[in-house]
């Protein structure tokens, strides 16, 4: 068994816990038509690797012990018998994170150089990441429902046309921090979320842009039920 598919087994019980992720998940499989059981390296194991990544470096960072706060570092650690270095919780599990996103997704360093200088401006103490992790759970609801809304059939483009995927996934995202003159209400609504979470968590457009897509891609990769029937 893939280990990123043992982990994300083990994370069953936390669901309760975890439950924002299937909001905007439930939709972006409704969206592509796809099944609801997802395959590993999916979109669930992706986001589920990324809270790992931002639990592991507030440890790291803040000096955080208990890490019954930290319900998926907790799994992650435990699941797959990552090492505590130097006796300091985080870093050997931030590296192992960070190494399991770039061979499964393809992420670059300057994306989580993003996230590490964001977590160090706006995490200074314990009390804050809770803050933290509640307004980036926030954003990505916002930002995913917004952009499948803005993007619409622009999305069913087939996969291979990942080029043209990424130019029309840039041009959202800019007209999400940008544009003014949306007309629909709940757009604009939603465009004034996202712009004050983002204002407080401090990411690029390049970065948003650069998670939006992957997300995209992740979920048009996602089994269809007509797949699994033959």
């Not at 931030?94 to 989580?112: A, N, P, Q």
């Not at 043209?164 to 465009?191: C, G």
Request: aromatic share 12%; with cysteine.
């Amino acid at each position: 068994m893939h280990e990123t598919q043992y982990f994300t087994k083990k994370l069953l019980p936390l669901q309760p816990i975890l439950q924002f992720k299937y909001i905007y998940m439930g939709f972006w499989n409704k969206l592509f038509g796809n099944n609801s059981e997802q395959k590993v390296g999916g979109m669930e194991d992706f986001m589920t690797l990324i809270r790992v990544y931002f639990q592991a470096a507030m440890a790291a960072d803040l000096g955080i012990t208990n890490l019954a706060a930290l319900p998926d570092l907790r799994v992650f650690k435990s699941t797959l018998k990552v090492a505590t270095v130097n006796n300091k919780l985080g870093v050997g599990e931030r590296t192992r994170c960070k190494k399991m996103l770039k061979e499964m997704y393809g992420m670059e360093d300057e994306f989580f150089k993003e996230i590490d200088s964001s977590l160090r401006k706006r995490c200074k103490k314990i009390q804050d990441a809770q803050t933290y992790l509640l307004q980036f759970q926030g954003f990505t609801q916002e930002i995913m429902m917004l952009t499948g809304n803005l993007m619409k059939f622009k999305l069913r483009l087939p996969g291979f046309m990942k080029k043209a995927l990424y130019t029309m996934t840039e041009k959202t995202v800019n007209d999400i921090f940008n544009k003014n003159d949306f007309s629909d209400p709940a757009v604009l609504k939603s465009i004034v979320a996202v712009r004050e979470y983002n204002r407080r968590l401090g990411f690029s457009q390049k970065w948003v842009t650069d998670f939006v897509y992957k997300v995209v891609m992740l979920a048009k990769k996602e089994p269809k039920p007509a797949q699994d029937e033959k």
